[in-house]
């Protein structure tokens, strides 16, 4: 009955853990802020690439959603920045390998750790700086990771998700 009780406790604590991360200027008074624009040369190579265009769109509603008014970048309360920040980490692969031979309280073994492969991960970080005076006044970081395995789908669904998560908790103070 314990061990039924802990991992009840533990899946209730794994669902109330957060997948972003969010820091703010705790002296600003967010209240000032009605209207947004997403922040002038925001990509580098000319060209929006498809997540770019996903996370913009996750952005667009949840702006829509807190009722703020979109304006051009030069009259905007808000300028919105994102990255897609990669992170490298490395993941097990298959089974490691050992042998071993002994009698009583003696014995050999040998083993190999099973293969290593590094993998590049996507993390969302989004920025709201006020365009006065292009301060940073709110952040937020995903904890989730886009990778290259993932399907269009999979990956829109994604993005819509943190975007949301993140957004629930803008502004902040009010959760």
């Given at each position: 009955m314990r061990i039924l009780f802990v991992a009840a406790m533990a899946l209730v604590l794994a669902g109330c853990?957060?997948?972003?991360v969010?820091?703010?200027n705790w002296a600003t008074v967010f209240g000032n802020y009605a209207s947004w624009a997403f922040a002038?040369?925001?990509?580098?190579?000319g060209f929006t690439s498809l997540d770019d265009?996903?996370?913009?769109?996750?952005i667009?509603?949840?702006?829509?959603?807190?009722?703020?008014?979109?304006?051009?970048d030069t009259e905007a309360d808000l300028l919105v920045s994102w990255q897609i920040v990669p992170e490298e980490r490395l993941e097990?692969?298959?089974?490691?390998l050992g042998?071993?031979?002994?009698?009583?309280?003696?014995?050999?073994?040998?083993s190999a750790p099973p293969?290593?492969?590094?993998?590049?991960?996507?993390?969302?970080?989004?920025?709201?700086?006020?365009?006065?005076?292009?301060e940073v006044v709110w952040r937020a970081a995903s904890r989730r990771y886009l990778n290259e395995n993932q399907s269009p789908e999979t990956r829109r669904k994604l993005i819509d998700e943190v975007v949301s998560e993140m957004f629930s908790k803008y502004p902040p103070g009010l959760n």
């Open positions: 853990a957060s997948n972003v969010t820091d703010y002038p040369n925001q990509q580098d190579s265009s996903r996370v913009r769109n996750a667009e509603r949840e702006f829509t959603r807190k009722a703020m008014k979109k304006l051009p097990q692969v298959g089974v490691g042998f071993g031979f002994g009698r009583g309280n003696f014995g050999w073994a040998l293969p290593v492969r590094e993998i590049t991960e996507g993390k969302l970080v989004v920025e709201l700086a006020d365009r006065r005076n292009e």
